[in-house]
């Protein structure tokens, strides 16, 4: 079993530093506000440390699970950051969704320190990462891949190596994307069918056989025609998500129509007091 | 066993009125072109009628599977049309996509002579049409409904009743719309991984576990990314739908904005050749 430092207490970060626990894993944590970490502590009982670099000093493995690039840089390089104490030979790993970029320059500077870096950004949600069920994808070398996945295990069903740093990110991202435009035709197909007057539910029965199925649909479709949508992947986070997908193809020439026209609809519910709501809630635009 | 005449032998008629014969009921065949009903009595030993009103005749059910709201108007009502000789007390099963506003039109037309109209819209592609396991979408009474539904079954996986004439094509117009942002959201995805240079195979078996997940990534992503469009639902096809929905959707003042857009991208494949290609075929686009 491992000495690990999990940093970052977040929706997601909290329950994966408990499934390490239960895994068996020595496990330190530290998170921003530090009543959340003792919080942890009190229901799984491991320990707190006060700084990254308190928890990172005798760690063979140093998880991170924060909200930007910027958190993770600080994380990492601050003053009171994980190179300050992380020792070579080590293994970094961060689940964040942030920029590949950011991905590519933390690798750096702790390969200058002789430590290994993965970005490893997850899907499947918080209900994914309460259960241990989470997709996670990988980005960074072969060896420290394998050294990194028995410890995943204690809280994914899938983790694949994506190819070098960065790749765990820009999957994500083809991820994010592909969900952004299926949630819109999906959002603009059940307004329409309750618009018209449909019976929703027989509607949903029949389409979700064929060729429009989706998981959204599977999952999402009927809380979207009844305004539920107080659960799930919040838009806040997934226009963060997209703010970075955006910046990466515009540096690439690689065109986004929908997503960005998506991200903007996306904008109009955050300023409708909307940002906590669930993704699914693109619909609620759309109703007149 | 039923008396039947089948108008309409495109690629989708011609399979269906192929499962009808081969459940043993007696098929007599109408086409434009009369050699492809010609050609259809070679193959599968009905007979061939060379009007829709001679078909009609002695028929119990009339199915038709024809092009658009003119080609129906026509085949129901022209000089050689099915209401010059069908007779009161008959079933007459439209499987074409049209609006609802002449499914409407017709049900108006036939029931003036006793006879009962079914708009029954259909999914599963010409693949679904050969293997007999279609969806069907049907709007009309609940006694035409139970009438064609065990003749209907010679065809269908699925055969639902969606409510009064006009909601099997309401049904199939939200189907389409669904698809159109899934598919622009899934090319998007796609194109910027393979952009960005990522292995799009490792890409796909991961993102395909998750929420992104849907019938068309799990049926149509590989050949979007080899850019296979030479199979499938064609553009013209999709483009006929989306103007449907669109014109409905403005009646209601229902918005859709991505089905707008993307109905526009196909517009612009086909002035590039591409109203053949499959309607996945959007990636290609976004190929720079």
Known sequence: MAKIAFIGLGNMGYPMAGHLLGAGHDVTV???????AARWCDEYGGAQAATPAAAA????FVFTCVGNDDDLRAV?????????????????IDHSTTSAVVAREMAAALAARGIEFLDAPVSGGQAGAQKGVLTVMCGGSERAFERARPVVAAYARACALMGPVGSGQLTKMVNQVC???????????????QRVGLDMNAVIEVIAKGAAQSWQMDNRAHTMCQGEFNFGFAVDWMRKDLGIVRDEASRHGAQLPVTTLVDGFY???QARGGG????SS???????
């Open 267 to 269: 904008a109009e519910l």
């Open 276 to 279: 906590r709501w669930d993704t």
């Open 57 to 60: 000093d005798s760690a063979e």
């Open 76 to 92: 990492v390089l601050g003053r009171q950051g994980v190179v300050q104490t992380l020792r070579a030979g080590r293994i970094f």
């Open 30 to 36: 530290v998170n921003r506000t530090p009543a959340k």
């Open 282 to 288: 693109l619909i609620e635009r759309l109703r007149g």
């Open 179 to 193: 969900i952004a435009g299926l949630l819109q035709g999906l959002a603009e197909g059940l307004a329409f069918g």
